[in-house]
């Protein structure tokens, strides 16, 4: 297990088993069979509706809570510094944990971005108050990352994006290292590609034939190379999967390294477009789920 250096000195293990669009009544064991295996860090959210199972999981497991890098992430509709006081009472609850590793803020918001920096400051009290163990955000642009540096204390430990061989963010990775931010990628083996009502004629990532050639050069799949790839860049990466075998291979990628050439190959598949929603586009309709109590 390699493991990554936040900027305020908390580590965190560079893979960790991702549940979005677990089904609730699959994610306990998906976590229970991942903490077998071998992993040791996990990320859920609000807004996934499965932070119980998780937490069930976890227990099931029998692997101490102090071993596990836990984070979660706080939905829009809990934006505020009050309602995200009380968010991560809520998250803290159906987990079944005192203290989380990671608290995230879900999205920037940009056309209410008064209620992203409140609830942003109300991590910052959480930090301070030791009840959280580093903060941080999701799908925050360079753009959204200057409006909350100008309004807040505490620069975020990690940024988790939208990142896989076909969508890179370049920029948010030099915004973010600029800062001193971990850049976590989110869908890193490019399952976003088939994200639910975003874009049209989409591709596999899994079936690009630069990456096929590389796992066949190593031995491996195309999923383990766009791991490694993360991996070897320095980045957190949060594969999801319920299926045992798939856990098992995700977590298998520390026996090989890519070469400087291989990893430049990967690069080069950027196409530029994004796979998932885009953060700045407005969507009033997220303010309106409701977040259920612990």
């Not at 939905?75 to 990671?102: I, M, N, P």
């Not at 909350?148 to 076909?166: D, G, K, R, S």
């Not at 400087?260 to 009033?284: F, H, K, Y």
Request: no cysteine; proline share 6%.
């Amino acid at each position: 297990m390699i493991t990554l250096t936040l900027n305020n000195g908390v580590t965190l293990p560079t893979i960790g088993l991702g549940v979005f669009q677990s089904p609730p009544e699959e994610t306990t064991d998906a976590v229970a069979e991942a903490l077998r295996v071998g992993y040791r860090h996990i990320d859920t959210a609000a807004a996934y509706r499965n932070e119980r199972e998780v937490g069930e999981g976890i227990r099931r497991s029998g692997v101490p809570r102090d071993d596990i890098f836990l984070e979660t992430k706080v939905w829009v509709s809990d934006f505020g510094y009050d309602k995200t006081l009380h968010a991560f009472e809520k998250a803290t609850g159906k987990l079944g944990v005192d203290t989380l590793d990671l608290l995230i803020l879900h999205q920037p918001a940009p056309t209410r971005f008064d209620t992203t920096v409140a609830a942003y400051r109300a991590l910052e009290t959480l930090y301070a108050d030791g009840r959280v163990r580093a903060i941080g955000v999701s799908n925050f642009m360079p753009h959204h990352l200057d409006r909350l540096a100008a309004e807040t204390e505490i620069i975020p430990a990690v940024n988790q994006v939208e990142l896989h061989p076909y969508f890179t963010q370049p920029a948010v990775q030099a915004a973010d290292a600029a800062r001193g931010i971990l850049t976590q990628a989110w869908s890193p083996i490019g399952g976003i590609t088939f994200y639910p009502g975003w874009g049209d004629g989409k591709r596999s990532v899994m079936d690009d034939p630069t990456i096929g050639a590389i796992a066949s050069a190593h031995g491996k799949s195309p999923a383990q190379v766009m791991l490694r790839w993360g991996i070897q860049q320095g980045r957190s990466v949060i594969p999801k999967s319920i299926n045992p075998t798939r856990i098992a291979e995700n977590f298998d990628v520390f026996d090989f390294e890519l070469t400087t050439e291989e990893l430049a190959r990967i690069d080069a598949l950027d196409t530029g477009v994004r796979g998932g929603p885009d953060p700045d586009q407005p969507r009033d309709a997220m303010f309106d789920v409701v977040i259920d109590e612990a």
